[in-house]
């Protein structure tokens, strides 16, 4: 049974940093590309950052425009779990950030975790 559980999330003052962790399980984690979503409120789920099967420093990851520079998502095959880095938090980060892998033609999802950036 795929799991995959989030955590680190929080409030955290403009400008801050904080990271996110994705643990998974279940499934074999590194043959798996990684992504990182997320939700603010009343808006869709929007793609943040994915990540490639390999843990190495040059591994290709996506960011998406409005994050890049800011965050950076990495993973550990030894540990299966995926980390998203965020610096330089805006309140417009404010969301619900989700992990996401794709297995056998569908989607599988953690439950997500809270960031919200405020003073």
């Known amino acids: 049974q795929v799991q995959l559980v989030e955590s680190g999330g929080g409030v955290v003052k403009p400008g801050g940093s904080t990271r996110l962790s994705c643990a998974a399980s279940?499934?074999?984690?590194?043959?798996?590309?990684m992504t990182w979503y997320r939700q603010a409120p009343g808006k869709g789920r929007d793609v943040v950052a994915s990540i490639g099967l390999s843990d190495e420093i040059d591994e290709i990851t996506y960011s998406a425009d409005s994050v890049k520079g800011r965050f950076t998502n990495s993973r550990d095959n030894a540990n299966n779990t995926v980390y998203l880095r965020m610096n330089g938090l805006k309140p417009e980060d404010t969301a619900i950030y989700y992990c996401?892998?794709?297995?056998?033609?569908?989607?599988?999802w953690g439950q997500g975790t809270q960031v919200t950036v405020a003073s």
């Open positions: 279940g499934f074999t984690f590194s043959h798996n590309c």
């Open positions: 996401k892998t794709h297995l056998g033609g569908s989607d599988d």
